[in-house]
């Protein structure tokens, strides 16, 4: 299956055979401190929140971000990951904790081939 947007996401993710808790991390584009004078600037994806959810607890793109907007902090970029269970389980919250630390930590280090990412519209990024 294709994925264009992150509804198309949700449907991959409901038809999976083992239960699929979806990592979420917002993120602000920031330019990177060391650009040069003159040279287009880079930017880096910085991590500003992160949230776990059960795929039957998300219907919309629009209903996540109205409810990240609730939070009160800006973001640019939305990046995903899953974590599988088993068919019958989803995964424990330490292994989600931990996941998401990693995740985190991969975003930071710009290691980010695992990770879908997001516009402010639910439209997939394709990265550069």
Known sequence: MNIATFEEL?????????QQRLLLTFAVAEPEPDARPG??????????????KQVAELDTF??????????????????????????SQLPDNDQTEAALRKMIKAIRHGQMERLLAFD?????????
């Open 10 to 18: 949700l449907i991959a993710a409901a038809v999976q055979p083992e």
């Open 39 to 52: 040279v287009r600037p880079r930017t880096t994806l910085v991590p500003v929140m992160c949230v776990d």
């Open 62 to 87: 629009s209903n996540l971000a109205e409810e990240a907007r609730q939070m009160g902090q800006d973001w640019d970029v939305l990046l995903v990951t899953t974590l599988s269970g088993t068919s």
């Open 120 to 128: 402010r519209s639910g439209d997939l990024l394709q990265y550069a």
